[in-house]
């Protein structure tokens, strides 16, 4: 018993003043002994029964939690690495191994300065950078990020978007997506199956767009989905708004179509179509297409072009007159063309254009007389015979 006490002394001495940064934990965690190079480094940090993981980064202290699991189970050593509190009241990055004793139940370890380019530490300090820069987007943009398992659980539920809907962060961990959002179950167990899903979709008065992935084991199986919302209910009233406003332009350039160029019934089957204003290609198809239409549903016998309020045409339009006239003729009835101003005259005789076989007119009345003429002559003409 003597000789087990000398022994306990003497590993004792060599615990505190070894010049390696030594330690002895309970199983639990908390410091029991240290060497005196570890007290120079750590500081008054350092006091009889401090729990390991205070000495760590906050945001170290997990990963150190669920490797002390490791540690009670396992005879082999086990690294970790992580930022420690040293005496300057800084963290340093420092490299720690630790084991447990099974004859006794403590758990010894040692620290180290992390060496410069060790490939762990580099890789921590990556995925440390990468999550504060994933935090610091779901923090500051309308976006709602979650992540469930394959029995659609909630594992993950953060972001500034659900400010809008009125949830905290973490709500709904432990709930499941399917029992609250029935709708999504279709894009989740799509993603279940390996497949990428992206779409829109109204939620808590909200529209959400939505990218939607699928994790993946070594093995291949999808055990984690994750999603990524984002709060476009801005976006889409504006583009509703816009719309509206779009098709509101559009009625209105068709009642303005249909002023610029009115189809009127002057007599039982005769038309006039008054041209005013600026005439261009385009006005001059659509004209043809609605004349057309109406004297092929009115049975229309003479179709009277009005160009007094025409002021200058270019030779495309004066091409497509022509056309129309003759698109006219071939529906059985007759156009008549009026008060064609000098400018528009010398615009179709520079063109070439035939209108021998087009009856013209001064004016609008000398138009409309030449069809009533037509019109009462033909009965007569019936009566004699």
């Not at 380019?117 to 943009?141: V, Y």
């Not at 013209?360 to 009345?365: D, Q």
């Not at 138009?367 to 003409?381: D, E, F, I, K, W």
Request: net charge negative.
């Amino acid at each position: 018993m003597a000789d087990a006490n000398v022994a306990l002394s003497s590993l004792d001495d060599f615990i505190a003043h070894s010049t390696e940064m030594l330690f002895v934990a309970g199983g639990d965690g908390a410091l029991l002994q240290w060497s005196d190079a570890l007290g120079q480094t750590i500081g008054p940090a350092l006091a009889q029964g401090t729990p390991l993981t205070e000495l760590f980064h906050p945001e170290d202290r997990s990963a150190l939690s669920k490797r002390w699991e490791q540690v009670r189970g396992s005879k082999d050593p086990i690294h970790v690495h992580g930022r420690v509190m040293s005496a300057e009241r800084s963290y340093k990055p420092l490299a720690c191994v630790v084991r447990s004793a099974r004859s006794d139940g403590l758990v010894y370890g040692s620290f180290r300065d992390a060496p410069i380019g060790d490939g762990a530490l580099d890789e921590l300090t990556e995925l440390r950078a990468r999550d504060r820069m994933l935090r610091a987007l779901i923090h500051a943009l309308p976006i709602a990020m979650w992540a469930v398992d394959p029995d659609g659980t909630y594992l993950y539920h953060e972001g500034k978007g659900l400010e809008a809907v009125g949830h905290r962060p973490g709500q709904l961990v432990g709930a499941n997506i399917f029992e609250l959002y029935g709708d999504a179950k279709a894009a989740v167990m799509a993603a279940l199956a390996g497949h990428q899903v992206h779409g829109l979709a109204d939620a808590h008065g909200c529209v959400w767009e939505s990218w939607i992935l699928p994790l993946s084991e070594a093995t291949g199986q999808v055990s984690t989905v994750v999603g990524f919302s984002l709060d476009v209910t801005e976006g889409q009233r504006a583009q509703q708004a816009l719309q509206t406003k779009l098709d509101v332009i559009e009625a209105q350039q068709r009642v303005i179509r249909e002023l610029a160029a009115p189809i009127i019934e002057v007599w039982d089957g005769v038309l006039a179509l008054p041209m005013i204003g600026v005439v261009d290609s385009a006005r001059t198809a659509d004209a043809m297409e609605s004349l057309l239409e109406a004297i092929s549903s009115r049975g229309a016998r003479f179709a009277v072009l009005d160009l007094t309020g025409v002021q200058m045409v270019d030779t495309k339009v004066a091409d497509h007159l022509i056309k129309l006239v003759r698109a006219i003729q071939l529906l059985g009835a007759e156009g008549i063309i009026c008060g064609i101003r000098p400018t528009v005259a010398q615009t179709m005789v520079a063109l070439g254009l035939d209108l021998s076989a087009i009856v013209t007119k001064a004016n609008l009345r000398a138009g409309l007389t030449h069809c009533m003429q037509r019109l009462t002559a033909r009965p007569a003409s019936r009566a004699g015979s």
